[in-house]
């Protein structure tokens, strides 16, 4: 389970820009980041995540959604925005 | 009133006394040179005067400010640069006695809050500044290298800071600040992370007036904050609180923390003893803190301060003014700027 905490002060506008108030830093994300983003903050877990992904989008052959979406968690913790 | 690419929190005041409604006063701008900016920004002065350089003495200094309350009436000065506010901390029953009021600190917590004496802070509940030593010679650095390891810092006691990659290097910022501000030089630990910046005002017993923590976006090749966005961080007012109650802090001040990368430490590096030049963000984001000081120093209780809002940027830019050579005239041939010569 992620620590959330960060997430929940996390300012997210619907064209992907985010504001963390705590740290005063600034990130701009794609449509699916946002998705996966909007689904973190409402307590999903990663495989809930994995799969709403996975029906939502259109996937291309070959692309793997469950590396994408850890790849894109990895780069939330590396900011510190989820523990 | 100087608004050059190292400007001084002067503007910044004065915009945020004009920006309080019920603010009824005259604002007279204090400066050093018949050419800083600040006496040229349209709408903004009500009259100003030139200043002798803190260099000339305490009794120039007070004149000056005599010649201004006979002129202008002043019944509040805000100090703005570290050079004058000793001077005019120092000056407190003079300046009373000319009608003139002031809130600033007081001496012994000047001292407290000033860089060769910062680390002292850290017997204070609350309070982690890293470790530094104020010293008065370069045989000082090695063991100080050992002691704290590479990279180090080297910071004059005034003004200024280098990040000395080695003992060689340290040693020359050494000589450098020794010839700019003399001794002592200080040397602080290194912490490699993040600078956050808190403008705030105590009111001289423990307590804080008001207090909003930003974090520079863009800072200049000269090391100057040109745009920064406030932040909601309870970790860095906890910090300045802590600060503010250690030191019995009245009047401004601006506190300098460091968050380690790593460990998400804050570090007290640094203490300003008056408002930062981008304090006029602070009135932007719900906390007008010149005003605050302001009404302090007249005797009126501490305004309410709300809540500031985070994610409110400043963005600094430079824009010619125009303005008629009547207003040069006025600072070059009398010292002072009487408000019928103010371009509006």
Known sequence: ?83 | MNATDNPAPGVAVARSLRHEPSFRGRVIGLGYDALDPGFYAEGLLDGGVILPYPSAGRDAMLAALGRAKHEFGIDVVIPTLDSELRAIASAGPELEALGIRTFVPRMDSLERASKPRLHELARSPGVVVPDSEPIVSADAIPKLVKRFGLPIMIKGVYYGGDVAHSEADAVLSFHRYVATWGVPVVVQRFIPGEEYNVAAVGDGEGGLVGAVAMRKMMITDKGKGWSGVTVDNPALLDMTRAVVTALQWRGPLEVEILRHKDSGELNVVEINPRFPAWVHLSTGAGQNLPYACALLALGHPAPPMPAYRSGVLFVRISLDQISDLSTFEQLTASGLMRPRQVTR
């Open chain 1, 1 to 83: 389970m992620h620590d959330l905490s960060r997430l929940r002060n996390l300012a997210v506008s619907e064209s992907g820009f985010l504001f963390d108030p705590v740290t005063g830093h600034t990130f701009n994300v794609n449509a699916t980041g946002l998705a996966v983003l909007q689904a973190l903050k409402t307590g999903r877990s990663e495989d809930q995540i994995i799969a709403e992904l996975t029906e939502s989008f259109e996937q291309e052959g070959g692309e793997d959604v469950a590396r994408d979406v850890a790849e894109f968690l990895t780069r939330l913790r590396e900011h510190g925005l989820v523990g």
